[in-house]
């Protein structure tokens, strides 16, 4: 069994930054897993990839976070990194931590059916 728990989600103003962090812990090794990713799901809307890191650091990030967000992972801390600067209103969501930990191919996975493992998710609302 796996646990992703994410933390460092708020409330917080136009402009400003948030880190957030997912801790894993379970049965595998935090370094054997091949990519973390962070998805987001706004009200109505589908979960989609905000940025992915694969294990020997090859990062992917969507149009909406280039430039903005940087994803990072620690090995000695179990744990995966979100950067956010200069939010959005429009980056308001519940943000995911999720963990891939089957073999595959890719350069950079994608898709939420790429990833074995969930967190339950942390809110991010950028508001005035």
């Known amino acids: 069994q796996v646990q992703l728990v994410e933390s460092g989600g708020g409330l917080v103003q136009p402009g400003r930054s948030l880190r957030l962090s997912c801790v894993s812990s379970?049965?595998?090794?935090?370094?054997?897993?091949?990519?973390m990713a962070w998805y987001r799901q706004a009200p109505g809307k589908q979960r989609e990839l905000v940025a992915s890191i694969m294990r020997d650091g090859t990062t992917n990030y969507a149009g909406a976070a280039k430039g903005r967000f940087t994803i990072a992972r620690d090995n000695t801390k179990n744990t995966v990194y979100l950067q956010m600067n200069s939010l959005k209103p429009e980056d308001t969501a519940v943000y995911y931590c999720?963990?891939?930990?089957?073999?595959?191919?890719?350069?950079?996975?994608?898709?939420?059916?790429?990833?074995?493992?969930w967190g339950q998710g942390t809110q991010v609302t950028v508001s005035t």
């Open positions: 379970g049965f595998y090794e935090f370094g054997s897993f091949k990519a």
């Open positions: 999720a963990a891939r930990y089957t073999s595959g191919t890719s350069s950079a996975y994608i898709s939420v059916h790429d990833y074995d493992y």
